[in-house]
Nanobody, 116 residues
């Protein structure tokens, strides 16, 4: 019913920037909360940022002002602009869609690698 496709990952040096994009299918995008999560090897998946249908944003503490999440309901996309990247940001980044009834859909993930 819902399909999420991420793009924009890659290899970047510490201090660099990347913009991740996620495109969603389906008819419930505008009432859903969109998020970016990440998972590093050997670690649990963790929230990076989220934005709800009203445009309210939340970020994990480690973001520390470096990232910005945004959504475009007309295009059914959500982006994550990442600046001042650190090696510890290296992970697979996943796009998520959370419905008002708390079901989740996930993208396949895109690799972000930050070298020192």
């Amino acid at each position: 019913q819902v399909q999420l496709v991420e793009s924009g990952g890659g290899l970047v040096q510490a201090g660099g920037s990347l913009r991740l994009s996620c495109t969603a299918s389906g008819s419930i995008f505008s009432i859903s909360t969109m998020g970016w999560y990440r998972q590093a090897p050997g670690k649990e998946r963790e929230l990076v940022a989220r934005v709800d249908g009203g445009g309210n944003r939340n970020y994990a503490g480690f973001v520390n002002g470096r990232f910005t999440i945004s959504r475009d309901d007309a295009k059914k996309t959500v982006d994550l602009e990442m600046n001042s990247l650190k090696p510890e940001d290296t992970a697979v980044y996943y796009c998520s869609l959370q419905t008002p009834w708390d079901s989740y859909s996930w993208g396949q993930g895109t690799q972000v690698t930050v070298s020192s």
